[in-house]
Nanobody
């Protein structure tokens, strides 16, 4: 069963903004760390951002720090990724993620074996 569904992807000019949403139909949203990964054509899937289960801490890849903002809304079981000052190198399929493992590990290890992935939404930044 698909637990995470991403929406909001699309085409945007460099320097523009775009916001992604991830709706979580699971039963552990309030206790899971949530986040986003992305994968460009021909490249590996990389960590983008995460937010702790309690919403108190946010984590960002260096490449997006200062430009992207992650947030979560418990009443809607939804996590968001607001992207600003977009660059062509941000072009990728963006995947929502949920896991109980520490987001600090996601930079290099990705999700744990019990983690969940969305199906992805395409973000294309044109130059």
């Amino acid at each position: 069963q698909v637990r995470l569904i991403e929406t909001g992807g699309g085409l945007v000019q460099a320097g523009g903004s775009l916001s992604l949403s991830c709706a979580d139909s699971g039963r552990t949203f309030s206790t899971d760390n949530m986040g986003w990964f992305r994968q460009a054509p021909g490249k590996e899937r990389n960590f983008v951002a995460a937010i702790s289960w309690d919403g108190g801490r946010a984590y960002y890849a260096d490449s997006v720090k200062g430009r992207f903002t992650i947030s979560r809304e418990y009443a809607k079981n939804t996590v968001y990724l607001q992207m600003k000052s977009l660059k062509p190198e941000d072009t990728a399929v963006y995947y929502c993620a949920a896991d109980h493992t520490a987001p600090s590990r996601w930079y290099t290890q990705g999700l744990g074996p019990s983690g969940s992935w969305g199906q992805g939404t395409q973000v294309t930044v044109s130059s």
